[in-house]
């Protein structure tokens, strides 16, 4: 694994890019001005139009193939233009159209979807709903390849590329497995590159080389068949919801690491360098318990906490009910408990072991009656859930990533892990593929929140490091694998 | 303490009270169709209306001191009838003539307010709402003064007889303890004879020696100040339903022993001859369990179902809630998990010294660091809480009560532990008096539920046990104490 010191910029590159910088800018604010919000109905019209721009400015750009792919829900777009040269890599880059809703709007400086252009101490801003997640980091792309096809002289881009940009992102990305394993032969690629993340902080140039997987389930505890009176019965019966107490309570050892049996055989242990580089981000624990709200971390015995939330898997308790929850009291012993759960997973854990693991589990708290006689407990596992992903530091693809953001940006890049979980990893799931993330959000761009920015130096950068990626990964590509 | 065998009955109260069947059961059918439901609004001028006939009727039957106590709600009736004996202990009798209401109606075989008898393989019952719960047993000491008088050619009471008879039992008794306090002189006595319980079952004639007390918290357990998304936070800080979970769980040792610092401190322990007489009742475990809608039961170790509900203190959740409990699943770190918690207390247990165990036993699990930084839980008790009552064994008010029994119907006489709390114990508390138990219900007489009803024989059984009563504690009790 190379530190990447930041290797020189391609100077034909970088002027090409600030020689279409208003147009580039030009072209995104149009598009930002559609209001794709697909979590509202009323704006389906909308998603359609910002996919019908989309693909248009795709086929102008050269894409041979350029399509608007219906789902059951909000359209995707998809185009392809495939290298001359034989043996070429295929890379898919994976973005999405589709935007948060807006409210509060009285909370913007400016309106949503009327971007407008601000100067700062670092330099001009783009301010609108959708202007870094995810429309910037999709159009980014635009210039990239014009970029990398002007200053290499080529008609056709080096690798195979291949562009899905989906249209349900924010509103939970229902359709979209649906939509990858109808296309997965369409869709074949020997990398997919993301382009829907940000670097660690201005600063510090990053890439993430994971995201967790997620399985839920929910937790029903149920004792008697009614409520009881606990003065008639209180003290004879099993409670239900001491009962699902002790399961919860027992979830995690005292060194916090989750009690399913087996839990942690899969889980690919980070290395020692991962684990230096993750120390080497300038991880500020103040602020990180600021956005957390919270006034103590807490966690996994022996793992720092950015290893806890990216690297480590979890069991959370995300709800509890049962029994009386009104004004005052209710002297009941109530007849059932219930819990929610998810669990985190980390590569290469499965979600299927998890559900299997739970009910061992289960079956062992019944064996040393944690779950006494008269107290039934299941689990109800609601979804498949979603794997992991993950790429080693010393894959070619992430040494490709690595080596166009550090010449982009002219300095080192390290790396984080996403401690959340998203339709990413069915790329990789679906395709088989590995999953890299090109992505220049900053973490003050205000996501999901009013007066959502996009750095322009950044979105330029994120232009130049796709026209590093598509040579360097031609060039580097192991052929005939 | 005498195992009674049921010494023979006067047959002049007998003989007196039969004579005066009819006119007792015309009368009390009268009272039963006043519908003196107390929780329902709409009925406080039926409540009013029985308030005043019950008062009417005590003048007639001769209390030369009879008053309407009004309440902030519902009234009451007080009626005082002095002993010509000087040095006559003084008893006060409970009881109340509110009734539950009526729903449904169409569940019943004749209208509620609408008495009818009807004859039974066990003699007759009268159905109708109130006929045992409660104004038969109140009704049934008119009659037992009156055979007392009669028998004895008395022209006032062996005892100084005062009685209670309340207008808001059935709906909480919110103005009770308000009104003993402001009468607590006039309400003086040395024994207290609360006639609104049931014996055993028909086969087992037995008194209540005891109730529980009762004290109830809410536990606040919170974190993050607002709920995180399990992605980006979860594994890292503390989980608040967790920390609940773990409180909850170590709320009840491995015997199923409250580990509440000193819980146990003050618990009148049971004695070998009141376990030998709890275990002589026909308790049918499956039969309790079929009430209890549970297939198994649970509890402390080393006592029996009924010590469990009757002579042990428990601690029970009655109700959990926090975070997320809609359909499907939702990734957050909830920011706060709640509980509410009863304990059950007996004789001599304190309320106020829970509400002090229970601090220093959170105060513990901050040491032991079950509450982890970052997590803050408060506990708020609501009320003041009951106070528990418990009669000895050999007390001399108890021991008249069982010989009372015993006469009238031919029987040895058993004990039983009320698992509830009520009013009782705050007139053995405001009044600083032994509370004891006259009580003719059965488990069948189906109280506050349709059809029910009083057992006639069982009813004039109870007018000649008090009329027994009255003499007995006459003569039998400690002078000048």
Redesign the interface.
């Known amino acids: 694994v190379s530190d990447n010191p930041g290797a020189s910029p391609d100077a034909a590159v970088r002027s090409y890019i600030q020689a279409q910088r208003e147009a580039f800018l030009a072209d995104l604010i149009e598009w930002l001005k559609i209001a794709s919000i697909s979590a509202d109905p009323d704006q389906a019209g909308e998603v359609e139009r910002s996919a019908q721009w989309l693909a248009e400015q795709l086929g102008g750009a050269g894409f041979p193939i350029v399509e608007v792919w219906p789902t059951a829900g909000l359209p995707a777009v998809y185009a392809q233009w495939d290298s001359a040269d034989p043996g070429a890599p295929t890379v898919l880059v994976y973005g999405h159209h589709d935007v948060q809703p807006v409210d509060p709007v009285d909370l913007w400086d400016s309106l949503p979807f009327e971007p407008s252009l601000r100067d700062t101490p670092h330099g001009q801003e783009l301010v609108g709903r959708g202007a870094i997640d995810d429309k910037g980091q999709v159009w980014f792309h635009t210039l990239g390849l014009a970029a990398h096809l002007a200053t290499t002289g080529r008609t056709t881009p080096a690798v195979n590329l291949k562009l899905l940009v989906e249209g349900e992102e924010e509103s939970g990305s229902i359709h979209f497995p649906e939509l990858l394993r109808a296309n997965r032969e369409r869709l074949r690629a020997d990398v997919v590159v993301v382009s829907d993340t940000g670097v660690y902080d201005r600063d510090t140039i990053s890439t993430t080389t994971g995201m967790?997987g997620?399985i839920?389930c929910?937790l029903d505890v149920t004792?008697?068949?009614?409520d009881?009176?606990?003065?008639?019965?209180?003290?004879?019966?099993?409670?239900p919801?001491?009962v699902?107490?002790?399961?919860?309570?027992?979830?995690?050892d005292d060194a916090g690491r989750v009690t399913l049996p087996g839990y942690y055989d899969k889980v690919v242990a980070l290395g020692d360098r991962e684990r230096e580089l993750l120390a080497a981000l300038p991880f500020d624990e103040g602020r990180w318990l600021a956005d957390?709200?919270?006034?103590?971390?807490?966690?996994?015995a022996g793992f720092s906490?950015l290893e806890?939330?990216g690297a480590?898997?979890?069991a959370?308790?995300?709800?509890?009910?049962?029994?009386?929850?009104g004004p005052?009291?209710?002297?009941?012993?109530?007849?059932h408990?219930?819990?929610?759960l998810?669990f985190?997973l980390v590569a290469a854990m499965e979600p299927a072991d998890v559900r299997s693991q739970f009910e061992q589990w289960l079956a062992a708290r019944h064996e040393d009656a944690t779950i006494?006689?008269?107290?039934t407990v299941t689990a109800t596992f609601?979804?498949s859930g979603v794997r992991p992903c993950l790429t080693p530091l010393d894959h070619p693809a992430l040494q490709a990533v690595t080596r166009a953001l550090g010449r982009a940006f002219g300095t080192r890049v390290l790396y984080t892990r996403?401690?959340?979980?998203g339709p990413e990893a069915d790329l990789g799931e679906v395709l088989q593929a590995p999953v890299v993330f090109l992505g220049v959000g900053l973490p003050d761009d205000r996501i999901h929140a009013p007066n959502e920015k996009a750095d322009v130096e950044f979105l330029l950068r994120g232009a130049e490091s796709a026209a590093y990626l598509w040579s360097d990964l031609a060039a580097t590509w192991p052929r005939g694998s």
Chains 1, 2 share one sequence.
């Open positions: 967790r997620l839920e929910q004792g008697p068949r009614g009881l009176h606990s003065g008639s019965f209180g003290g004879a019966v099993p409670n919801a001491t699902l107490a002790r399961l919860l309570a027992t979830l995690h957390a709200q919270s006034t103590a971390t807490y966690g996994e906490t806890r939330v480590r898997p979890t959370e308790v995300n709800g509890i009910w049962g029994g009386y929850n005052g009291g209710k002297t009941i012993v109530p007849s408990a219930h819990a929610k998810s985190r006494p006689p008269g107290i609601e979804k996403e401690g959340g979980s």
